[in-house]
């Protein structure tokens, strides 16, 4: 399997990799959204953690985010 940008993150170590990104207090304060339709996330609706021009973004639960990511990664790939 190709390591490309995608983090799929289990639950059990979501909370560990949002604190390692200094971001766990943010998450729990509901400061940060979702990157695609900007609803705010919380640490069970957190569906994927993924970096985007040098800060951390992330998919909410939403089909239609999940879709969009999966949509990003495929683009990307057909560049390379
Ligand atoms: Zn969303």
Do not use: W
Request: net charge negative; glycine share 4%; with cysteine.
């Amino acid at each position: 399997m190709r390591d490309n940008q995608l983090k799929a993150v289990h639950p059990s170590d979501l909370k560990s990799l949002l604190k390692s990104l200094g971001i766990y207090n943010s998450v729990c304060d509901n400061k940060e959204t979702c990157f695609f339709c900007h609803n705010v996330i919380a640490e069970d609706t957190i569906s994927a953690v993924f970096p985007f021009e040098n800060s951390v973004c992330f998919c909410c639960g939403n089909p239609s985010c999940c879709n969009t990511l999966i949509d990003l990664e495929s683009e990307e790939d057909d560049c390379g």
